[in-house]
């Protein structure tokens, strides 16, 4: 498989595992689109504001010496959008409805991070 | 000492997060994530510089932007509040001279506060001096000043001159 198949078949095992997953965007830590399943359109943006929120996460962990980040958490009223660190070259970010079950995205997601971090 | 808060903004490479570190040192919060385009850079921010300095009396609040236009949902975030904006731009990439203009034009049609324009890196080849700058983005010739952003003391000279723009105006 080409890398560019592994990320494809990376975000469609994550779909698989967590299907109630509205999208999914693996982009570069600058915030660039990768690989991802989200609109043409809105991608470049939601990319780069992937990046910006895990930046900023990152920032906020260490000055509130909260340890090495996770992932950061944007919910809304009808909706989350999870931002997942993959390494210093990538973000795993996940978009997902409001009733999600945000204990297995997290078990799944992190795993997909885990993964993402050797490809990239 | 009052609050004062200046945005830093400009598109990437002027030297922005360089700016902030030369004014707050260690104390300076960045986010900088690794490049993946030919930038000629190794990092860029992604979110944005953050950090508080005195100027005379007041303690000033330096915001940086993000440069590239993927990041322009910060530049407002960041804008809200800014008293001051100093735009920098990269004298020797006139590449980006219409970018640069697109985001004063931007930013002051949203937020018209009182602005500085920043020429960096003179010191390389065939830039563009500060008086071509200002015929550009047609400025008055003085608010568009050449500076080193590494050099603290050529940081501290455009920021001051900034946040006396920026009092005159807000006291007035």
């Known amino acids: 498989m080409t890398r560019q198949e592994e990320l494809l078949a990376l975000i469609r095992n994550l779909r698989t595992a967590v299907p109630e997953v509205s999208g999914v965007m693996v982009a570069s830590a600058d915030g660039l689109p990768i690989v991802h399943d989200f609109p043409e359109a809105e991608a470049p943006r939601i990319a780069a504001m992937a990046a910006t929120s895990l930046g900023l996460g990152k920032r906020i962990a260490t000055t509130l010496r909260l340890g090495e980040l996770q992932e950061t958490v944007i919910r809304g009223q009808s909706g989350y959008f999870v931002v997942y660190e993959a390494g210093e070259k990538g973000v795993l970010a996940v978009a997902l409805p409001g009733g999600a079950n945000l204990g297995l995205v997290h078990f799944e997601a992190r795993e997909a991070a885990r993964r993402l971090r050797e490809l990239l | ?172």
């Open chain 2, 1 to 172: 000492m009052e609050p004062l808060k200046i945005l830093v903004a400009g598109p990437v490479g002027a030297g922005k997060t360089a700016f902030a570190r030369s004014l707050l040192g260690e104390e300076a919060l960045t986010t900088e994530a690794k490049v993946s385009e030919a930038l000629g850079k190794e990092t860029t921010t992604v979110a944005m510089d953050f950090g508080v300095l005195p100027v005379g009396p007041y303690r000033v609040h330096l915001f940086g932007a993000p440069g590239q236009a993927r990041f322009d949902f910060m530049w407002d975030v960041l804008a809200e509040g800014a008293l001051g904006l100093l735009l920098l731009l990269a004298g020797d990439k006139p590449e980006h001279l219409p970018e640069a203009r697109h985001l004063l034009d931007y930013l002051l049609s949203r937020h018209p506060i009182p602005h500085l324009v920043g020429v960096t890196r003179l010191d390389l080849g065939r830039a563009w001096e500060p008086e071509e700058v200002a015929l550009y983005l047609r400025l008055p010739r003085e608010r568009v000043v050449g500076l080193d952003a590494r050099r603290r003391e050529e940081a501290f000279r455009v920021l001051t001159q900034l946040v006396e723009m920026a009092v005159e105006v807000h006291d007035a």
